[in-house]
């Protein structure tokens, strides 16, 4: 997607790329669904989210009225609503 959505923002992506231990941190939270996982989205203003469809995060948005953008078998593209 960085590469056929240049002018999108992303939060992480699936690369073998080094990131800041707190921003690890922080994403495993949100995926995680840990406690302050609403404050990580709010604070990385994610506005969509690209995941597999059990995670947790996934489960969460949806029940929240995400917007389901696109989805397979293996991927759910959700949107804020």
């Not at 997607?1 to 800041?20: C, H, N, S, T």
């Not at 994610?46 to 009225?65: H, Q, S, T, W, Y």
């Amino acid at each position: 997607l960085i590469y056929r959505a240049p002018e999108r923002k992303v939060f992480i992506d699936g690369r073998l790329f080094p990131f800041y231990p707190a921003v690890l941190r922080d994403y495993r939270d949100a995926v995680e669904l840990r406690p302050n996982w609403k404050d990580v989205l709010a604070k990385y203003d994610v506005r969509e989210v690209l995941l597999r469809p059990a995670k947790p995060l996934a489960v969460a948005l949806r029940e929240d009225g995400w917007i389901v953008r696109a989805e397979g078998a293996n991927f759910v593209l959700l949107a804020r609503p």
